[in-house]
């Protein structure tokens, strides 16, 4: 791809649109994936973390959910300007990979793990496979990740431990060798060891060239820093800082950023130094978001521009970062 840019996302929305109301929950987000990048994406719970994963794949993920304005362009295609059909065939699955947020509950409890992986070849292709050869298509793969394929078939998914199911949809979701994958809270349900595990798993997927690059979104950022170069914080649906990942985490420029890393509790000892402190205040209301910077109203740095004038990413520091207070004091 040019400059080595797979993903290039300007200026996304994305909105809910339920029976009473609409929920803002991507709002005007801009970055760039290149080839061979781990970006992780970090934030409080509904900050629009999951939406974004929904829209890089093409709203129709979610009926409710509805592309607004902004462009994505992944390996070339534009999402959200080309059809469902050609999104199913050429895309999902193919260029994009896609490890979703519950992901254990995505195994159907009363299907055997071949049957899923038969429904998944068939979602994709369209036509009806044999057994025999799903287990020659799928076995080594599962071996790949560390599980006995052949028998991992034959069972249940509640045959198989949390970090087993954890794998089983990896392997799923990675087929293809997609080049692109978006996992989304993976470890929300494991022990710190399997977590581990799963870091490891994700980063051999890269190190054998079946993934080139992905997005890893978690709130749980000492995860992220085991496998991220770089990290984007969002809060109430946009960005408000990106950079690499060591330097974020030690040296946030944002408030909200570090009132994020300052709440995390880790048994890391350079992660969050320091007593333990929440975040004051609640998130911002996505049906009626505030004026000017969603997080002003939580801010202690907060002045009148910043609860009228809504700032944008601004390049500080070799990052952006989009604070007014940052700004002014470059």
Known sequence: MKDGVIVKVRGLKGRYELTSKYIQAVDGCSFEIREGEILGIAGESGCGKSTLAKL???????????????????????????????????VRGKKVGYVPQGSMNALNPVRRIKK??????????????????????????L???????????????FELSGGMQQRVVIGLSTLWNPGFLIVDEPTSALDVTTQKKLARTL???????IVESMIYITHDIPTLRQI??????????????IGNMEDVLFKPMHPYTKALI????????DIGAGS?????????????????????????????????????LHNVGGRKVACHRVVENE
């Open 116 to 141: 899923i992986a038969k429904d998944t070849y068939s979602e994709k292709f369209g036509e009806n496979i044999s057994e025999k050869d799903i287990k020659r298509e799928v076995v080594p793969h």
């Open 143 to 157: 071996k790949s990740l560390g599980l006995d394929g052949e028998r991992v078939l034959e069972l249940y998914p």
């Open 228 to 241: 991220c170069d770089r990290i984007a914080i969002m809060y109430g649906g946009k960005i408000v800082e």
């Open 262 to 269: 300052d709440s995390i509790l880790t048994t890391e000892e």
């Open 56 to 90: 890089l794949l093409g709203s129709s993920m979610d009926p409710s959910l509805k592309h607004l304005e902004g462009t994505i362009r992944v390996y070339g295609y534009s999402i959200g300007d080309i059809s469902e059909d050609k999104l199913r065939k050429e």
């Open 276 to 312: 333990k402190r929440g975040i004051s205040g609640q998130p911002p209301d996505l049906t009626n978001p505030p004026s000017g910077c969603r997080f002003s109203p939580r801010c202690k740095k907060s002045g009148q521009n910043c609860e009228k004038d809504e700032p944008v």
């Open 203 to 209: 980063l051999d997927l890269r190190e054998r060239e």
